[in-house]
């Protein structure tokens, strides 16, 4: 008889356990169940505690360390560059230190060396701008707009400054400098210099009265055949030539020299000088001070007494005569 030995085999089905635990004389571990608290796990050496979120904790007595995502690392890309200033203005003749920075793509800027800058002017009165970005106001008879263009690498820009007119009387621009006439004056009526009808002693409308004439008494240059001044209560004042005023009061006939003068003829260094003659040969300059008559925003009337006599003959003639101080 043949004997057949028949081995049965056992299948153990194995399924997956939630948690574990293991021990020794070393550490103790116990992993919990996975969730948002992570895994923890210890012994007298260390302790751990993994996170299923975004970070995860260490620590024992030798050192502390946390994983994941507590920073962030980015990379910030520059996209413009900007030209900057406490103030973007300039006297002239003064200086305005400019610098730039780059802007990123997150709005945050980094401020560049202004060295490390290529400067230059576009147009407009700045007279030098240094590879430091020093900026000089030139000359101007008013406030005017200059550019300026920075370069660093790829980037450009450019930025509008102010250079400010700070002249005392503003006589200073150009060919036009330092004639007794302020600049912006003759610049409204002749344009940008040069032009020699400008001068002070011209009389380019050929009116008898030289342009510092026409200034001092509130006249246009370019219009010919001046009106004499005028004035409508104490208020209102059409500049003009000087006039004789003869009032009579009781059959006593007075006669008085009336001019316009400029409200600033002090800050444009005017000197207006009533003189009087009765031959218009002999001259003599009035003493009297002035009175207004009439007062507007830009003009005064003004007028002086005649003397009696001038030279032992009766005052009949009187002259204004205007000068830079």
């Known amino acids: ?46 302790r751990a505690n993994a996170s299923a979120a975004a970070g995860g904790a260490m620590s024992s007595s030798q050192y502390s360390d946390r994983t994941g995502f507590a920073g962030q690392l980015g990379d910030a890309v520059a996209t413009s560059l900007v030209i900057t200033a406490p103030l973007f203005e300039v006297e002239e003749g ?10 990123y793509d997150d709005q945050s800027t980094s401020e560049l060396p202004p060295a490390s800058i290529t400067w230059s002017v576009l ?9 430091a970005g020093l900026v000089t106001g030139g000359p101007v008879y008013q ?51 040069p032009n020699a009808k400008a001068a002070p002693l011209a009389d380019p409308d050929g009116d008898g009265y030289n342009n510092l004439q026409a200034f001092a008494f509130g006249m246009n240059p370019m219009q010919g055949k001046p009106s004499p001044v005028t004035w409508i209560g104490t208020m209102q004042v059409n500049p003009g030539v000087p006039v004789q005023l003869v009032t009579n009061k009781n059959s006593v006939f007075t006669f008085r020299a009336v001019y316009a003068r400029r409200k ?5 260094h005017l000197v207006y000088t009533v003189e009087f003659s009765g ?23 003004v007028s002086v007494p005649y003397p009696f006599s001038v030279a032992g003959k009766k005052a009949r003639y009187f002259r204004v005569k205007v000068e830079t101080q």
């Open 1 to 46: 008889m043949n004997w057949h030995r028949v081995i049965l085999l056992g299948c153990t089905a194995l399924t997956p356990l939630a948690a574990r635990a293991a021990t020794s004389a070393n550490y103790s571990l116990e992993p919990a169940v996975l969730d948002n608290g992570g895994l923890g796990t210890s012994s007298t050496n260390y």
């Open 279 to 301: 031959d218009l040969l002999t001259w003599k300059a009035s003493t009297a001070t002035p009175t207004v008559l009439a007062d507007d925003w830009r003009m005064q009337v």
């Open 123 to 131: 147009d407009g009165p700045i007279s030098a701008i240094s590879s």
């Open 264 to 268: 600033d003829y002090e800050s444009v």
């Open 143 to 193: 406030n005017t707009a200059a550019r300026v263009s920075a370069v660093f690498q790829g980037f450009s820009t450019t930025q509008e400054v102010t250079v400010t007119n700070t002249a005392a009387g503003g006589d200073n621009f150009g060919s036009y400098a330092n004639d007794g006439l302020p600049d912006v004056w003759q610049v409204q009526y002749f344009g940008e210099p």
């Open 94 to 103: 003064g200086t305005c230190q400019l610098g730039a920075s780059l802007v």
